[in-house]
């Protein structure tokens, strides 16, 4: 008869059971059971801006202050509310050319003594000129916010263009222009040129030769116009107190002389009642690349974040409809992206790719099946979620670095986009379902694509000549001839 | 053994052995909060928290890079950094990067000489997912024949493509290689074609099971995290990882690194634009010299305001283009400096200003606003690091595994801000001498 055992021996073979478990767990080449699934992600975590708080000086100009403790650096941009659109029209660029001069010397400080000040703050400098607005942005160390102030107020009273700079910028101006064989970038320029054709935002892109045009004299009518306190906006982002800025930007800028501004109103671009096909040579090009381009109106309302998850499932990144389609599973293309880009009073679908040349006639076919597709029906739910998913994890990462996220603040209060951006950012995209999306291109038809071809012309014509029309320009943006498909009549 | 000791004895084992205990190290005060653990397979964790945006960055590192490659495997380290996205036991061929795509996240990958970095951003919330993906291809990555194959062709591809591409690229293997004469240091890390095609597929096994063990890596990770709820969850996907029994040891330079002076010329008939390359061997990234060189390559390169920049290339207009600066490989490094010239004559005249700086500085003084100026570039570059998750986690990460004792991070800038205008006279003088490495490039 078998006795029991007592309850300290079971205590014992347990324990030397767990003693054996314990030093051969790391052997045993049966896995744990959790390394065979993805685990669930955690609940989704809050995005929270800090307050953007703003304060106008008697002067007219507008300071914004966005306070980030503990950050080492200051980010400044002044932001101009005039952009290239703004410029004559016998004179696209001005604004650019502007844009460029302002840093390049002042009544006793040179281009290079200006350099090396900013340098001198731990600091760099970047401007950007887009169709509506131009921003200067200086970064600097935390300790040397006041001289980069004093700097920027002396630039702007005393800013005195030489003449010798002048000539400086537009030779590197010209030279960027016509050296550029990118063939992104000269489609972009044609896209541009084609879709705003007649439209102020047109004047955004232009060619080298109105490089020569620009002068000191036209440079200074467009300075004395648009340069001025109550036609800018002063942003200022870092570890720093609203009672600091205050002083600071009243001492050095407050000086800065206010003038009557005119307000200038652009109409939204009218839509485009067909489709057009436009061919600019690149000659050596090894493939051909593609642009094709809708002008959608400018949405205060919620429609902005259904444009967002739309471009999102189309082209937004590698795992989206087009790229799946062209590259993945048919190989025409090498790459195929779609963006969304805002301006003051419309904003840009616009769709990318690298195409085999050979496959051009049905890479254009695929991109226009596809976004047919996607605004004529309904979309399935698990590509909006997974969409959405992308979106919110993707936003905080394109503003991580602090540069990132202060030109992030100084497009949102240029565009005038405060509320759908800095509040509830997420909740926005999470309200986009099927029907927000499906809704929002019932408004919006994209019917009418610009299609932009750039290429090598002795490989893409014969590829070209599926289409029924096709304007070729040169790669200066000027119309040259039609090409038109050839119907050949059956003789039987 | 009583019952009583014998409880006690079990449980340590017990938590010994299923990695339930870490040490915590250290712990960093400046500049940024960081904290250092270890498992008990080795695998060292360094957390540090940032809660400016719902992000999170995870870089898994590994102590093994192109400086670790046998003669005949050049390209190995590399290879391996590519067949890493090829899947592992639970996770599919370029199914890590279908992951983290899907979230919205971003990842990338890097070799260099001595340690092969994978990192990825996410949203916070998704930290679960990605120590889950790392830990997978840590412990078991599939490495069969056909994948093997397929990404030593795409290499060779890529090879070939530079080659073809980069008219300059011979130039500066020919320059690598008189700089550091030891095979280790001076192969190209995406090896050669010839030993690429000869590395088999238990060549790539054993190297994993060499070096990709949990005692020869680091964990960093940072960003909105709660330390110990990431540290339970590290415990949980790489505590039961076994580690490596015996990684051998880092290789150290079997050349001759004080050479005298070296000079050759690098013939592409595709270059148009004619130039030169100059090395100098300096001292080791260990050594207190270093934070003075490291002031000289701001004051000689660093903006448009830097010395050879405004004098070769904005004053004189000598230079269509040029750059330079420190290369640390391993435990050596090398002041480097390249030059394009409009044409032979020019090229020549380039050269000359260029010597003619360099001895200035061996024998002025600079100006104290020039010292201030570099000082505040270089305090600006090195505290860019600390404000983005992954800047920070790809900091924190280099640091340890540069060899320093990351405690010594808190004093670290302090290290380049206090050197004086003398010492940089003295360490020209000492680094900057006749002995040279020059290769000319040009074309026909």
Redesign the interface.
Known sequence: MKTPMRP?KI??CV??G??II??M???VSA??K??????????????NFPSLESFILSNGLQVSVVQ?KP???IDIHLIILTGESLSPDDLPGLASFTANMLFKGAVGLSA?QI??QI??????FSVSTYPDYSVFSI???KD?LNDAVKLLGQILTQADFPKIEVNNVKRDMFYNIARNTNPELLGRKLLFQILFHNHPYQKYVFNSSVIKRLNRKDLLTFFDKFYIPNNARLLIIGDVDLSEVTNITGKHLGQWEKKNVETYHINPPAPKTKPKICFTDLPGADETTLLIGYVLPRDKTGNYFSYLVFNQIIGG???SRLIMNLRETKGYAYWAFSGIELFGNCGLFSVKAKVKTEYLYPSVKEILKEIRSLTMNKIPNHEIE?AK?????????Q????KEFSLKVSEIVALDMEDIFWKNYYENIMYVNSSAVFKAFQNVRLLNPVIVIVGDKDVVLDHIKEFEEVEIYDNEGIFQYKLKKVIENDST | MN?KR??IF?LM??FV???FSQVKQTEGQEPFPFSVHSLK?GLTVILSRDD????VTVVCAYKVGSAYEKKGEAGMAHLLENLMFMGS??VGPMQH???I??????FNAVTSWDRTLYYQ?????????VL??E??RM??LNLEYSTVEETKNLLIETLKNQNKEDPFRESMLVFDRLLYPDFAYNHPIIGSEEDLKSITVKDVRNFYNTYYKPNNAVLCITG?IDEEDTLNLVR??FS???PSKNVPPAPSFKGDFTQEKQEQISINEAITTPGFRLGYRICSPYSNDFYILSMIDYLLF????SRLY?RLV?RNKLALSMGGGIEKRRDLAAFKIFVLSNNEATKEIAKKALFSEINRLKSYLIPD?EL??IK??Y??DY??N??????RALFLTQYYLSGNDIRDLRGELNKYLRINSSEIIGIMNRYFTENHVLVEMRGK
Do not use: A
């Open positions: 300290g205590c014992v324990l030397l767990l003693f314990s030093f767990t790391p052997y896995q744990e959790f390394r065979k699934t993805p685990p669930l992600p955690y609940p989704l975590p809050d995005l980030r950050q080492p650096f290079s350099e090396e340098e001198y703050i731990g600091g760099d970064t600097c160390l040397y990144s590698h795992i997974q998913s992308y979106l919110i994890g993707n936003f905080p990462i503003i991580s670095g602090h | 019952l014998l409880v079990c084992v017990h052995y299923t990695g397979n400016n945006l719902p992000l036991r639970n990067i279908r992951f795509h899907r979230i919205g996240g971003e951003t996410v949203s916070s919330n998704q930290l679960p997912l889950w993906l830990s997978d412990n078991s909105n949980k996907y039961t990882i076994d660093s903006g448009e305001s405004k904005k606003r201030i100026k505040n570039m305090k600006s505290m860019e600390f404000y983005s998750p992954e800047k």
